[in-house]
């Protein structure tokens, strides 16, 4: 048995059926396991749903690691933020795992927005800035999750739809301003 195969699984099941039904029963069924199989490698539902939440940290990561850094600020903010976007449309399981996982109880710790977005954490704070100045953009970093987290939830879970280039457009000029020039950015793809 491989951990990801586990992990693959449970936010399939997570996507499917809703957190509070993705027993560990229908983890081993799916995986054709026995219980104590499954248990060897992880002490319980949480240590599984702790996993998970690394992977999806690790892959969100590897996709904005993609981006190709510009000059421009706000255009390197407009891609990485599109590109998150475009993600988190692509793997749906990965998008209602993180949807689920807020405000549960089955992680020991909560699902830390800044641990995902450490990439543009580092392009906010170029230089070593004050405490002060640090909390604040985690807080601006933490509703701009919540936010892009509401809009896939209402857009692609509900309306079953995909973004389109205006409304990230948008999204990315509430959070990182506007001053950017528009027909440049919508003539750009990634």
């Keep these: 048995m491989d951990k990801k195969d586990v992990i693959k699984i449970t ?5 499917e059926k809703k957190l509070e039904k993705a027993s560990i029963g229908e983890i081993v069924k799916r995986l054709e396991l026995s219980p104590g199989n499954l248990y060897y490698h992880f002490k319980n539902k949480s240590d599984i749903y702790k996993e998970a939440a690394d992977y999806s940290a690790e892959e969100i990561i590897k996709n904005l690691n993609k981006v190709r850094k510009k000059e421009n600020k706000r255009d390197y903010l407009y891609n990485l933020t599109k590109s998150l976007i475009k993600f ?10 993180l949807l689920s996982m807020k405000g549960t ?5 909560e699902l830390e927005s800044q641990d995902i977005l450490i990439k543009f954490k580092k392009l906010l704070l170029e ?20 936010s892009i ?13 995909n973004l389109n280039e205006e409304e ?5 000029e509430s959070f990182w301003g506007n001053n950017m020039d528009r027909t440049q950015i919508l003539g750009q793809r990634l």
Excluded: A, P, T
Aim: aromatic fraction near 8%; charged fraction near 40%; include cysteine.
């Design 11 to 15: 936010l399939e099941l997570i996507k």
């Design 88 to 97: 988190l449309e692509e793997r749906e399981e990965i998008l209602c795992f």
């Design 105 to 109: 109880c089955f992680l020991d710790k």
């Design 127 to 146: 230089e070593k800035d004050s405490l002060e100045e640090e909390n604040k953009i985690l807080l601006k970093l933490s509703m701009f999750m919540g």
């Design 149 to 161: 987290y509401e809009v896939l939830y209402i857009n692609k879970l509900v309306k079953k739809k």
């Design 168 to 172: 990230i457009q948008e999204i990315s």
